[in-house]
């Protein structure tokens, strides 16, 4: 129950949780109101799992896509307070 509590929570560089961006699907472990299903056209396996490996590739593809977004605006915060560094000449007492 830890580890679902710790994997189901939204991380802030990519705002979903880790347990989203493997399995493609956020979980509830408590669905007291479980809403009802829609009537849908029946899928062979191999549509299921088509459609199963085109969410998680558009996952993985929305979380790097935040990542280097929150990569770069901490470049960014890092970077507003960082002085050139001394430039040495050979010869020079370091």
């Not at 669905?31 to 056209?41: A, D, G, K, M, Y």
């Not at 979380?63 to 000449?89: D, H």
Request: net charge negative; glycine share 4%; charged share 25%.
């Amino acid at each position: 129950m830890a580890e679902l509590a710790v994997n189901n929570r939204d991380a802030h560089s990519t705002g979903v949780s880790p347990f989203f961006l493997s399995h493609g699907y956020h979980v509830e472990p408590l669905q007291i109101n479980e809403p009802l299903r829609s009537v849908r056209e029946p899928r062979g396996p191999i549509q299921q799992a088509d459609l199963i490996v085109r969410q998680l590739q558009e996952a993985r593809e929305w979380a790097q896509t935040l990542m280097a977004v929150a990569q770069q605006e901490q470049e960014e915060a890092a970077n507003r307070t960082r002085q050139q560094a001394p430039q040495f000449r050979v010869g020079d007492k370091v």
